[in-house]
């Protein structure tokens, strides 16, 4: 079995002990049970990339804490270089990311499921099923490792890449967020305050994951990933901490801390600060975008 509990992976990263499993059939990857490591990067959802992808056929629990069968069912396991939580159960790519992947003119997307110890960042770990739909898996006719483009989005139903649009991004007492002070300098907070038409409460979605108002991204001061975390204008840099998903429930998730865009104190008074908080369904993180 690929995966394992999180107390034996605990316990396992304490003795830095790596062990190799085994493999499957031809072009299913080794399996290894390995100390996690801490990830250098967020989820950087729309970005596409080029890399080789295996896959395997393993049945348990995968990553995501989740049973899993990859001979049947379609699903992706990624380098653990993208996991950014010590418990992989409460990972953000285990709430409603996939991976979509495009081979020799096909494309398939599948969920996040599972992590893949030996993948480097760009390697993904199709599951059999998947994998199948893009090429054989007979080891009579293909050494079971293909060269694809793919890129990590939103599930369906676990919401979408905002994109496309230009307008008002409005929340509590249908006040609207803004730079404060209409300033677009570097580090300006984003804040609410009654919607007057300026130019920095006009919010351009691209479909990059981004959000943008005066050429700057709305941004988590140094990419923090803890309740309380300053919201705020930043030079686009492409990192994970200017990633956005709008979901159904009319939240704007940052995928990186797994946090949603929130107003500080529940209130709806002008000039009210935003930040990032644990996801918790009221009024103070919920958003109508532009269409």
Same mark, same amino acid.
């Given at each position: ?178 730079? !404060? @002070?209409?300033?677009?300098?570097? &580090?300006?907070? #984003?804040? %609410?305050?009654? /919607?007057?038409?300026? $130019?920095? =409460? +006009? *919010? ?16 988590? !001061? @140094?990419?923090?990933?803890?309740? &309380?975390?300053? #919201?705020? %204008?930043?030079? /686009?840099?492409?990192? $994970?901490? =200017? +990633? *956005? ?47």
């Amino acid at each position: 079995m690929r995966r394992v509990t999180t107390a034996v992976l605990a316990v396992l990263a304490t003795l830095a002990i790596t062990l190799t499993l085994g493999v499957g059939p031809a072009g299913a990857t080794a399996d290894r049970l390995v100390a996690p490591a801490v990830a250098a990067a967020g989820i950087p959802i729309g970005q596409n990339m080029t890399g080789k992808a295996t896959y395997y056929n393993d049945a348990g629990y995968g990553a995501c804490g989740s049973q899993i069968d990859a001979a049947r069912e379609n699903l992706v396991a990624v380098s653990r270089q993208w996991w950014t939580t010590a418990n992989p159960n409460n990972d953000p790519l285990c709430s409603g990311i996939s991976v979509q992947v495009t081979y020799n003119g096909k494309t398939i997307t599948v969920p996040v499921k599972d992590q893949c110890p030996s993948c480097d960042a760009t390697h993904i770990d199709l599951s059999q099923a998947a994998f199948a739909q893009l090429a054989s898996t007979d080891p009579a006719t293909t050494p079971g490792v293909i060269n694809v483009s793919w890129k990590f989005v939103s599930s369906n139903g676990g919401g979408t890449t905002p994109g496309g649009a230009t307008g008002q991004i409005t929340g509590l007492a249908g006040k609207c967020i803004g730079a !404060a @002070g209409g300033n677009s300098a570097n &580090g300006t907070a #984003v804040d %609410l305050y009654a /919607c007057v038409g300026s $130019a920095t =409460q +006009q *919010w351009t979605l691209p479909g990059d994951a981004t959000i943008r108002t005066a050429g700057k991204c709305m941004d988590v !001061a @140094g990419a923090g990933t803890t309740n &309380g975390a300053k #919201v705020q %204008l930043y030079d /686009c840099n492409g990192t $994970a901490a =200017q +990633q *956005w998903v709008y979901t159904s429930g009319r939240d704007l998730v940052n995928p990186n801390s797994n946090k949603c865009l929130d107003l500080t104190g529940n209130s709806s008074a002008d000039f009210t600060k935003a930040q990032i908080w644990t996801c918790t369904g009221a009024a103070n993180q919920k958003w109508s975008i532009p269409a």
